[in-house]
């Protein structure tokens, strides 16, 4: 899938570790695998927050599940300096790595807190 247009945007996700990669290539058994605070580099574009530039958000959880699907809860700051006037709640795209696209929930909140979190069904990666 290509951007089409300025007003395309898209949280984008790289998975770092070479054994998160290994993980996703084992077939599912019926078991789900949590690997929490793993290198998973997640990535804003421009404008996902309202008014905010893309930054990383490298640290989050990956839920590798029984059924085959992938659960990505990404999690940081904002960059410093800026602020949210009120806690942003919304949504924006997420790209796996093999560029598929989902719909991903993102909540931003006035501390500076920044989480998202993206559900990939079976056979994405």
Not at 29 to 43: A, E, I, P, Y
Request: with cysteine; glycine share 14%; proline share 9%.
């Amino acid at each position: 899938m290509t951007r089409s247009g300025p007003a395309k945007r898209w949280i984008t996700l790289a998975l770092l570790s070479p054994s998160i990669l290994m993980l996703l290539a084992v077939p599912a058994r019926g078991s789900t695998t949590v690997l929490k605070d793993g290198n998973v580099g997640c990535f804003t574009d421009p404008g996902d927050i309202p008014g905010m530039p893309g930054f990383a958000l490298p640290k989050g959880t990956l839920v590798l599940r029984g059924n085959g699907g992938v659960t990505v809860s990404c999690h940081g700051w904002l960059p410093d300096g800026l602020t949210v006037d009120r806690t942003f709640a919304g949504t924006a795209p997420c790209r796996a790595p093999t560029g598929e696209v989902v719909e991903a929930h993102v909540v931003a909140t006035i501390s500076g807190r920044v989480h998202f979190i993206c559900r990939f069904p079976a056979g994405t990666f």
